[in-house]
């Protein structure tokens, strides 16, 4: 009796004991100026103060509801989060709730360098997954870094994308 009594205890009280520890996700990001228009950082980058990201946590309607309502978008934003990047053009954000299989995206906003305002469509935006229940026990979630392409690309760049491009072969 005592053993089915244990079993039943590790089988459904323990996971409710390591699961009722719900401290806030903290989501860590970058935010850069692609001086050599790369499409992803190099040493000619530059990271961007003070500027507003935005955490959005939309809710994907099924294709039949959306049909059903004429509604061409499938996403509906439940909630959105702003945060903003400190001198290194890091940003740092708690997030509270637990998002379950929802995906999370940190979006770029705009930025404040006039020369460098063109938001990279191919990094503008990262994926967050935030749940405790995927195997991932940790509260730190790194999303991918986000850039914004300058104007015209620096001096140097051709060199240093030739360098980067000849050790990749």
Do not use: W
Not at 28 to 56: H, N
């Amino acid at each position: 009796m005592a053993t089915k009594l244990f079993l039943l205890l590790a089988i459904f009280v323990l996971p409710l004991l390591v699961n009722a520890r719900r401290e806030p996700f903290r989501i860590i990001g970058k935010v850069y100026c692609d001086a050599c228009r790369a499409g992803f950082e190099t040493s000619k980058c530059s990271y961007i103060p003070d500027r507003i990201i935005k955490l959005m946590f939309p809710f994907r309607l099924s294709v039949c509801f959306s049909s059903m309502f004429n509604l061409s978008d499938q996403f509906l934003t439940v909630q959105s989060i702003g945060a903003v990047t400190d001198s290194t053009g890091t940003y740092n954000s708690l997030v509270e709730d637990e998002h379950q299989d929802q995906l999370c995206y940190a979006t770029l906003v705009s930025s404040p360098i006039p020369s460098c305002r063109i938001a990279d469509n191919r990094r503008n935006k990262a994926t967050v997954i935030l749940t405790r229940s995927n195997g991932a026990i940790a509260n730190l979630h790194h999303a991918n870094a986000m850039g914004f392409l300058q104007d015209k690309a620096a001096a140097g760049c051709q060199e240093l994308l030739k360098k980067l491009l000849q050790d990749d072969e």
